[in-house]
C-alpha cells in the first residue's frame, strides 16, 4: 500500500518538479545566418533563418547586423559553414562541395563590438568569425566558448568572386549555422587576435617562383594561452608556421586539390582561370584545439606567422598568411 501511494503521489511530484527545473535552465541552441555573395562584390548583406535580412550595419556600409540583448550572455560555441543556392521556389541546395561555388567565397568576416568586451586585436576590433574558401567549420575544446553579452555582430570584411562564372540569375549565399549556450555561467571566456603577415590588412604579395616570408612580431600584453587557432591561407603555398619568439610552434599541413581558379595579380587585374594541383579546396586546413593545454605565451614574448611559397605564374599573386589566435588570459 505504500509503495502504491508512492507511485500514486510522490512521484508526479519529483517528475513535475524535474521538468520545471529543465525548463528553467539555460539551453544549447543554434542561430543560421544567410549571407548574400554578391556577384559584383559590393555588398555583403546578412540575413536571418526566414531570408529576412537584419538591420543595416552601423558601422560597415553595404552590410547588416546582428543586435544581441544586454544583461544576457550568449556563449558562442563553435560554427558550421557552407554555400548554398536558393532556388525559385524557396528551396535551397547545399553546393559547399562544387568549386564553382566555394571558390566564390574569397573571404567573409564578421565583427564583434561590445562595451562589455573591449578588444584585444591591436586592430581595434574583435573579428571571432571569419571563413574562406576553404569553408571552415569548428568548435571550441570542451569548457571554453566566446562570449556575447549585448553589443552586434556585423560584417566586417568580405571579398567575393567568380571565377567559373556562376549566373548573375543564381542566387547564392554563405550560410552559417552558429551554435550558442545561454547559460549564466559554465565556460571559460575567450578573446581572439589575428596574427599575419600585414595586421589589419592581411593581403600581401607573393613573387613568381619560390619565396618565404615571415610577419611582423606581435607582443603579448600580457599572459595568455592559446586555446584555439584558425589558420587561413590561399593558393601555392608549401609550408605554413605558427612561430614564438622566433621558434615553431605549430606547422599546419595543408591540403591542397586540382580545382578551377583564378588569381587576383599584385600589379592589378586577374590571372586566366586556370587548374592547378596546388589550388585549395574546401577544408583544406586544420583548425588546432589544445584547450587547456594550450600553450602558454608570457608577457613580451611573441608571435609571428611564417609561409613558403611556389608561385608558378610570371607575376606576383596576391595571399593572405592569417593564425586566428582564441586565448584565455593566464592569472599569476
Not at 559553414?81 to 541546395?93: A, E, L, Q, T
Not at 605554413?240 to 619568439?245: C, D, P, R, S, V
Not at 600553450?295 to 614574448?301: E, L, N, Q
Amino acid at each position: 500500500m505504500k509503495k502504491n501511494r508512492f507511485v500514486k503521489y510522490t512521484l508526479p511530484i519529483f517528475f513535475f518538479f524535474y521538468l520545471f527545473i529543465l525548463s528553467a535552465h539555460a539551453k544549447i541552441f543554434t542561430k543560421v545566418y544567410y549571407v548574400k555573395v554578391d556577384h559584383i562584390d559590393k555588398t555583403a548583406y546578412m540575413f536571418d533563418n526566414n531570408f529576412k535580412k537584419l538591420v543595416d550595419s552601423a558601422y560597415v556600409p553595404n552590410t547588416s547586423m546582428e543586435i544581441f540583448p544586454s544583461g544576457k550572455p550568449y556563449w558562442y560555441l563553435g560554427l558550421k559553414s557552407d554555400v548554398i543556392r536558393k532556388n525559385g521556389d524557396g528551396s535551397i541546395d547545399v553546393v559547399t562541395h562544387d568549386p564553382r561555388y566555394y571558390e566564390m567565397n574569397h573571404h567573409f568576416v564578421m565583427a564583434y563590438g561590445s562595451e562589455k568586451k573591449p578588444a584585444t586585436d591591436e586592430c581595434g576590433f574583435s573579428r571571432p568569425i571569419a571563413v574562406g574558401s576553404e569553408m571552415t567549420s569548428f568548435s571550441f575544446p570542451a569548457g571554453y566558448a566566446y562570449k556575447m553579452d549585448g553589443g552586434v555582430l556585423t560584417g566586417g570584411s568580405w571579398h567575393w568572386s567568380n571565377p567559373a562564372k556562376v549566373p548573375t540569375s543564381e542566387d547564392i549565399y554563405l550560410r552559417f549555422i552558429a551554435t550558442f549556450d545561454d547559460s549564466p555561467k559554465g565556460y571559460k571566456d575567450v578573446n581572439v587576435s589575428w596574427i599575419d603577415m600585414v595586421p589589419c590588412s592581411s593581403t600581401f604579395a607573393v613573387k613568381s617562383g619560390e619565396s618565404e616570408y615571415t610577419g611582423p612580431k606581435q607582443v603579448a600584453k600580457e599572459d595568455m594561452r592559446i586555446v584555439m587557432v584558425l589558420p587561413h591561407i590561399h593558393d601555392h603555398a608549401k609550408k605554413f608556421e605558427l612561430l614564438h619568439n622566433g621558434k615553431k610552434l605549430r606547422k599546419f599541413k595543408i591540403g591542397y586539390q586540382s580545382v578551377p581558379v583564378e588569381h587576383n595579380v599584385a600589379s592589378g587585374g586577374l590571372t586566366p582561370i586556370h587548374t592547378d594541383k596546388d589550388h585549395l579546396p574546401a577544408d583544406g586546413m586544420p583548425v588546432w584545439k589544445p584547450g587547456v593545454f594550450g600553450k602558454i605565451i608570457k608577457k613580451g614574448d611573441y608571435l609571428s606567422v611564417k609561409g613558403e611559397f611556389k608561385n608558378p605564374h610570371p607575376r606576383s599573386i596576391d595571399n593572405m598568411l592569417i593564425a586566428l589566435i582564441f586565448w584565455e588570459p593566464v592569472k599569476k
